[in-house]
Antibody, heavy 119, light 108 residues
């Protein structure tokens, strides 16, 4: 059974950093891109970036370039989204999702991680 | 960046209605367009990809059409389980996997 299991909810103060993890199982982790998507409260979906665990090829949305870092540890089938210098506006649910190639969309999603940034 | 414009943003409909949602791309994306359904508190679920291919397990009342810059999602007969928010997404290249703004389908 394919699973993408994300780390639990986080509460952080402005200026802090955090790492969200996404562990894949039930499929060849290195063979699928893992993307990250943000959903601010009551808002739509925004693509953050994407990484290919096979070779760590990483792409970022221009809106998030420089604001986040995406990485992966193939040995434990886990991808990470690092958010630094957190602001209240980073409060959102962050989803990870996989895709096999550029000709296909995200076909399986993690359960989402709620990040709350508040002083 | 390719921009995706989805309309309407909200749609009120009754069970049994035929519902159509439109998505326009700011430039041609061939057929690299997906539709997702999202229910409150849940992750999105892909319904259709490559503009018109139904994902496995998705009811046949859902259909997609279009190519280039204009696309539609149609629900032929709205069911109670279909009240949700729908998003289109272009995936023509990795420079941007842009989502539309979403369409909330509400009970009339």
């Amino acid at each position: 059974e394919v699973q993408l299991v994300q780390s639990g909810p986080e509460v952080k103060k402005p200026g802090q950093s955090l790492n969200i993890s996404c562990k894949g199982s039930g499929y060849g982790f290195s063979n699928y891109w893992i993307g990250w998507v943000r959903q601010m409260p009551g808002r739509g979906l925004e693509w953050v970036g994407i990484i290919y665990p096979g070779d760590s090829d990483t792409r970022y949305s221009p809106s998030f370039q420089g604001q986040v870092t995406i990485s992966t540890d193939r040995s434990i089938s886990t991808a990470y989204l690092q958010l630094s210098s957190l602001k209240a506006s980073d409060t959102a649910i962050y989803y990870c999702a996989r895709r096999i190639s550029g000709y296909f969309p995200f076909d399986f999603w993690g359960q989402g991680t709620l990040v709350t940034v508040s002083s | 960046d390719i921009q995706m414009t989805q309309s309407p943003s909200t749609l009120s409909a009754s069970v049994g209605d035929r519902v159509t949602i439109t998505c326009r791309a700011s430039q041609s994306i061939s057929n690299l367009l997906a539709w997702y359904q999202q229910k409150p508190g849940k992750a999105p679920k892909v319904l259709i990809y490559q503009a018109s291919t139904l994902e496995g397990g998705v009811p046949s009342r859902f259909s997609g059409s279009g190519s280039g810059t204009e696309f539609t999602l149609t629900i032929s007969s709205l069911q109670p389980d279909d009240f949700a928010t729908y998003y289109c997404q272009q995936y023509d290249g990795f420079s941007g996997l842009t989502f539309g703004g979403g369409t909330k389908v509400e009970i009339k």
